[in-house]
């Protein structure tokens, strides 16, 4: 016994001397070739360190000249700044093969998310060989030769000391948890408030199926009235944010204070928790789903905290559109002052999303987007849990299944932070949600069973009882939804169709009773959505985006193309689904038909349907060419969690019913520990190597550029033609210049350029013509500088990434050395991998 307390007290000396250690992060790891440092050359590396508590850089040098000397390595926050924050030397003669070479010093407080430049130098005789690589190797700065920037990266690595680093993360943690806090007073609050009071069976509701509803019907509630308040030209600002949270919160207030004084609320609240504390055993379903929440947005916190700006193209427009929303203190018509269009078409609820938590945070809306992306990932998860509950009646493990499956095993919608395809993601928020309350309201009674009087929500229209205050959710719900995203009509009619078809199985006769209740609801249901939507859509009728959605009459798309483009697009899947989790879904939809579940088998009914949509070109569908492919595969992680999260619910509840105690605890403790690995494995799953446009020195530039040039400055941007060269796409954070800097830019938010209407009939096509002439063009060129002064470009700039982010391989409309060689261009800026050039005013003189 005594030996194995003093092994125990080994291992936990061991466990903490290990916690203590320095972490190294890896950052720069390629070496594909050697640059000489000795005292004539110095050589530098700009960096972003990402935790805090800095310690220590490592940096892979060889033996190249033996000498006396030293290497001294110097921190600065800049490659010209003066200050020197660190001094770490190491004897040369210390280097006595290649290796990663360690410079110490104490550890930086407040390294967490800054930009560094260190400088290594020889004092003395001798050389070293220091390993490094190309320059897109790394995002966020640049090696540098003399103190000037060469495209290249050093092969380094950063240590931090374990304590400062875990206090940083803490903070950071905390942090987070705040932008929860703030996110459940802005998307939960009013919608919880709303249901509370129009929906009879509100009460009677698990928290987490609440917590679902209220998030998805919030949006919409915003949606609605900033568009209906659009519509009369009022904008309340800040009042749209502040006035619903405050309203929420006296409506729930209110409504909790109704049946009884505070003091009764007091004890009844202190009995729960009591209860709670005493039936700890039948709580762990909610303590499991309450640690399986936390994980989802840790998840999602972590992709994104090595992240500068939201990422690819989708983001920029959403971006321009929260800030636009600030800046005109709700909806808009003009784009002004980041692009010339003069309407507003597209779908808005993403960004009026972001703009609510700007004006109650403060934080800059580009930056918000970022934010609250993640944040709405998670609610889009969180709606799930109410259908998954009402498929398996009322499981409540197989919700927390289908949250586990959906939310942590299915990359997807995880992986939507790459994309920033925020429109779709704020859709599938509300799609569950408003699936739920249209199921609800087709299986909900004349008269409640708990309330047999009929209430003031109950209303009589044609003879038939209907509860008004759950068809006015719904229609404020559908309203929402499609204002969210124009997509989900099709999919939202394509479930109805489906869960008629499950709930009229033993319904189909002798019933014309229910037959004729469940029409009257379904189409008051669609009216009151109509109704609310209509304004918008008489808005919609002259834009581009009516005419993109109109079905060809004639049925151009025949049999084979329309195969063909499914082949393309489902051979896929395993990119975006592990193969695995297909597989376990289609077992548990013929589980379901073995055992007769017409409810989960309606699932596959409405998946099926969905994958249909795009072939109903074959018959002239409105629309049908507006529903693609990949928009309707990369939201199957909604049944795949649902199926999967009924069957594993069914296992576990087996399993439940026959434990109790410890075993129940144990039970419970695996699946969370599931919980916590699969939310290890999902760590990685942001790419800003890939898909990130604005880094680190591109923020700097930008800051420059909006200090430094004037403000009519227009800056030529890298980019390139989509859709068979109809539409044109930034490729790299010159697409930013108009939000960050404050400047115009040649390329315009895809939204605009693609929906909107510009305010010069002709300016849509000079835009992709800017791209075309560069496609064969060459800058270096008197023809080049013609081009420029006919489009009024006054600068270039040239980001970090140089004009190569793309899903494939992209052809860069003009290189640095291009530039450089073009006499009529100053180079005015250049720090990191990120240049600007300036026209010379003589350059356009007699055009």
Request: charged share 15%.
């Amino acid at each position: 016994m005594k030996y194995r307390i003093i092994l125990l007290l080994l291992g936990i000396i061991g466990i903490a001397l290990v916690g203590c250690a320095p972490k190294v992060q890896t950052v720069q790891p390629n070496q594909t070739e050697q640059v000489v440092l000795n005292a004539q050359q110095p050589i530098g590396q700009s960096f972003v360190a990402r935790y805090a508590g800095l310690s220590g850089i490592r940096v892979f040098l060889s033996p190249h000249q033996a000498g006396d000397g030293e290497v001294v390595l110097l921190l600065r926050l800049e490659p010209r700044a003066e200050q020197v924050l660190v001094r770490a030397v190491m004897p040369l003669s210390q280097v006595t093969q290649p290796g990663s070479y360690r410079f110490d010093f104490p550890a930086l407080s407040d390294s967490s998310q800054q930009y560094y430049y260190a400088e290594l130098d020889v004092k003395g005789t001798g050389s070293l060989s220091v390993s490094a690589s190309a320059g897109n190797t790394y995002l966020d700065g640049s090696m540098y030769q003399g103190g000037a920037p060469r495209d290249g990266q050093l092969s380094f690595s950063l240590e931090y000391g374990a304590g400062k680093l875990a206090t940083g993360l803490g903070l950071e943690l905390a942090c987070w948890a705040g932008v929860v806090g703030l996110s459940v007073l802005l998307y939960i609050l009013p919608g919880w408030a709303v249901l509370s009071w129009l929906w009879e069976e509100w009460h009677h509701l698990f928290w987490g199926e609440k917590l679902g509803l209220a998030a998805g019907f919030s949006l919409a509630l915003y949606a609605v009235v900033m568009m209906l308040t659009d519509r009369i030209g009022l904008h309340l600002g800040a009042g749209y944010a502040w006035g619903m949270v405050i309203l929420g919160f006296s409506g729930i207030l209110i409504k909790w204070l109704r049946n009884g004084g505070l003091r009764s609320k007091m004890q009844s609240l202190y009995l729960e928790v009591i209860s709670f504390c005493t039936n700890f055993g039948s709580k762990l379903p909610d303590v499991a789903l309450v640690i399986l929440i936390g994980l989802l947005f840790t998840t999602r916190w972590w992709a994104i905290r090595e992240i500068e700006a939201p990422m690819w193209g989708d983001s920029v427009q959403h971006a321009v559109m929260a800030q636009l929303i600030v800046d005109n203190n709700g909806l808009f018509q003009d784009w002004s002052p980041y692009t010339p269009y003069g309407s507003l078409t597209v779908q808005h609820v993403f960004s009026e999303a972001v703009a609510l938590f700007t004006w109650m945070s403060g934080m800059e809306a580009w930056r918000a987007t970022l934010w609250v992306g993640q944040i709405l990932n998670v609610l889009s998860i969180l709606a799930i849990y109410p259908l998954a509950l009402k498929i398996s009646s009322g499981n409540r493990w197989a919700g927390w299944a289908a949250i586990l499956v959906a939310g942590l095993v299915s990359p997807l919608p995880a992986y939507y932070v790459n994309w920033g395809r925020y429109a779709q993601m704020t859709g599938q928020v509300l799609l569950p949600v408003m699936m739920y309350i249209a199921w609800a309201l087709l299986e909900s009674k004349p008269e409640s069973s708990i309330h047999p009087k009929i209430g003031w929500r109950t209303l009589k229209l044609l003879g038939i009882q209907i509860d008004w205050g759950q068809v006015v959710v719904g229609g404020i719900g559908l309203a929402g939804m499609l204002l969210a995203y124009y997509r989900t009509a099709y999919y939202f009619a394509v479930f109805i169709v489906a869960l008629g078809l499950a709930w009229g199985i033993g319904r189909w006769r002798g019933r014309l009773f229910e037959w004729m209740l469940a029409g009257v609801k379904m189409v008051s249901l669609a009216v009151i959505g109509a109704m609310l939507f209509l304004p918008w859509l008489v808005q919609m009728s002259n834009s581009p985006l009516v005419e993109a959605m109109e079905a060809d009459p004639s049925g151009m798309r025949g049999l084979q193309a329309i195969l063909t483009s499914y082949l393309g697009t489902y051979q896929t899947t395993y990119s975006y689904y592990p193969k695995e989790l297909i597989i376990i879904a289609g077992l548990c939809l013929m589980f379901s038909v073995l055992r007769k579940r017409w409810i989960v088998v309606m699932v596959g009914l409405w998946t099926a349907g969905m994958i249909l949509l795009p072939a109903s070109t074959l018959i002239g569908l409105p629309g049908a060419d507006f529903v693609t492919h990949f928009s309707i595969l990369i939201l199957l992680y909604i049944p795949i969690g649902i199926v999967i999260g009924w069957l594993v619910g069914q296992v576990i509840s087996w399993l439940w019913q026959r434990s109790k105690g410890v075993l129940r605890l144990a039970i419970t403790c695996v699946l969370i520990g599931s919980s916590v690995w699969f939310a290890w494995q999902q760590r990685n799953l942001s790419h800003p190597e890939i898909f990130a446009m604005v880094t680190r020195p591109d923020i700097k530039a930008m800051q420059w550029i909006e200090e430094e040039t004037a403000k009519d400055a227009r800056f030529l941007v890298e980019g390139f033609r989509i859709y068979n060269g109809k539409s044109a796409v930034g490729s790299d954070a010159g697409w930013w210049v108009p939000l960050l800097a404050k400047r115009q830019n040649t390329m315009p938010p895809q939204y605009a350029l693609m929906d909107e209407i510009p305010k010069d009939p002709s300016y849509s096509q000079r835009i992709v013509n800017i791209a075309a002439f560069l496609e064969t063009g060459s800058l270096d060129t008197a023809e080049g500088v013609r081009f420029l002064c006919e489009n009024e470009i006054s600068h270039v700039y040239v980001g970090q990434s140089q004009g190569l982010v793309a899903a494939g391989p992209v052809l860069q409309l003009f290189s640095p050395d291009e530039l450089l060689a073009q006499p009529l261009l100053d180079l005015v800026y250049h720090f990191d991998r990120v240049y600007i050039f300036a026209l010379r005013g003589a350059a356009c003189e007699g055009d």
